[in-house]
């Protein structure tokens, strides 16, 4: 284990926002693998970035546990500390995983108790190495068929893919930079852009990552998770130099419904942000929690929950942006439960809202009256009058005059909008020890 103290992103901080903990497990000496004098200076490590609030970067690429360890005189080990002090390092300081090669068993557990987990092409991250799976009598297996990098991106234990080494010090240095606070140098995309993103008609598809790009102040975008979880986006952005987390409904997948993956990367996100007072910008086009009897047998129900009870539990300004559309529960959960409930509530001309989807809306509103209707053309007639009524109604400024939402803004104006936002609210106060327990590792 090489480790020490320092700096890092010193060239934009202060001396106190720059500094961190750096540790790194050597792979030439004996696979990487954790002895009892290793851990021993984990504990040390550990104490000291939990007395001194060091945010910790952690190289983890190492094949855990060391069967034929001779540094101690005991049996098993299992009442070593560094795994416990690592934890409760979770929601103090923001804690980086970079893993290249192999990374297995007690260097893969330290990993995944991580924030943010970077990983390079060619990782294998495993919870048992080739040894312990033989041992197990589970099979024969060579360490890189064992939680190859592609497979840990998919099922969304990597947040960061990465070619290698050098682009993850890079990732990690971007991603330590939001925690650290605003930058004074910033440069803004041209805000028109945002009024041709969405199209006016309401079935073409558009990219929500160009509209948040078009929020962002230039290449400041990094976004968390990317092919996992795919119906939720989840990036660190700043806006005029700020800092802020994004969650955004992907029209690409489901038209934007949110589903059990979704919903979970979304809700531990919002943690994360919240954890370290970071304000959370949310951006709406949102048709509903997605349902039918196979999203049932993945459990959504207590999925899609987990946003509406951590959303509505945050402390941080969470801003909700309805681009498109802005339907029943999904719409509310990407709002702290209410539109009501953010620090703003605004929306796009081309926003549309209703309590649910319009079409089922009307077939069970008006069910009877359009059964009563015996000539099946002129029932279709009367079918699709009501639902562009309903889409008439649910029109971005009728949906303002009620006062369901605060405003129709000029999409060129949401940048202005996020900034004067954040500027008339108190500052969040200098935290003394954790605002939350931890950051849910899923």
């Known amino acids: ?45 550990f104490e000291i970035a939990e007395k001194y609030r060091l945010p910790t970067v ?7 546990g060391r069967p034929g360890d001779t540094d101690g005189s005991g049996v098993a080990g299992l009442d070593c500390l560094a795994f416990t002090y690592f934890a409760r390092l979770s929601g103090l300081v923001p804690v980086v995983g970079i893993t290249t090669g192999r990374c297995f068993a007690g260097n893969a557990v330290l990993l995944g108790c991580c924030d943010v987990i970077i990983a390079t092409e060619g990782s294998n991250i495993g919870i048992g190495g080739p040894a312990m799976i033989e041992g197990g009598g589970l099979g024969v297996f060579t360490p890189d068929e064992v939680g190859p990098v592609d497979v840990q991106i998919e099922n969304g234990v990597v947040d960061i893919a990465v070619a290698d080494e050098a682009e993850a010090v890079a990732a990690a240095k971007k991603y330590l930079s939001y925690f650290q606070g605003p930058v004074d140098q910033w440069e803004s995309p041209d805000p028109r852009a945002l009024r041709f993103m969405v199209p006016e008609n309401r079935l073409r598809y558009y990219d929500m990552r160009e509209v948040i790009k078009g929020i962002a102040d230039v290449d400041s975008v990094l976004e968390l998770r990317e092919h996992w979880g795919i119906g939720i986006i989840t990036s660190f952005i700043r806006v005029e130099g700020r800092p802020m987390g994004v969650i955004a409904n992907n029209p690409a997948h489901l038209s934007g419904a949110i589903d059990a993956p979704g919903a979970d990367k979304g ?27 196979e999203i049932e047998k993945t459990a959504v129900v207590r999925h899609a929950a987990r946003m509406f009870v951590t959303s509505a539990n945050i402390d941080v300004p969470l801003m909700t942006i309805v681009t498109r559309k802005g339907y029943g529960l999904g719409a509310q959960a990407m709002a702290g439960g209410s539109f009501k409930a953010t620090l703003f509530t605004v929306t796009w001309p081309t926003g549309e809202f209703g309590g649910m989807g319009l079409e089922g809306a009307v077939k069970l509103g008006y069910r009877k009256e359009l059964q009563a209707i015996e000539d099946p053309v002129e029932r279709a007639e009367k079918y699709e009058g009501m639902v562009a009524d309903m889409y008439k109604r649910g029109k971005a400024v009728n949906m303002a005059s009620h006062f369901e939402l605060d405003d129709v803004i000029d999409p060129a104006e949401t940048r202005n909008w996020i900034s004067r936002g954040l500027q008339s609210v108190p500052p969040i106060e200098g935290r003394k020890g954790k605002k939350r327990p931890n950051v849910d590792t899923w």
């Open 1 to 45: 284990m090489v480790a020490g103290l320092g700096q890092i992103n010193g060239q934009l901080f202060d001396e106190k926002r720059s500094r961190a903990l750096i540790m790194s497990y050597d792979y030439m000496v004996l696979a990487g693998t954790q002895g009892m004098k290793n851990h021993d200076k984990k504990d040390r490590l």
């Open 58 to 64: 952690l190289f983890a690429e190492g094949g855990g």
């Open 267 to 293: 809700t531990r996100f919002m943690q994360l942000c919240d954890a370290f007072d970071i304000p959370i910008l949310s951006l709406c086009d949102c048709p509903g929690i997605m349902v039918g009897p």
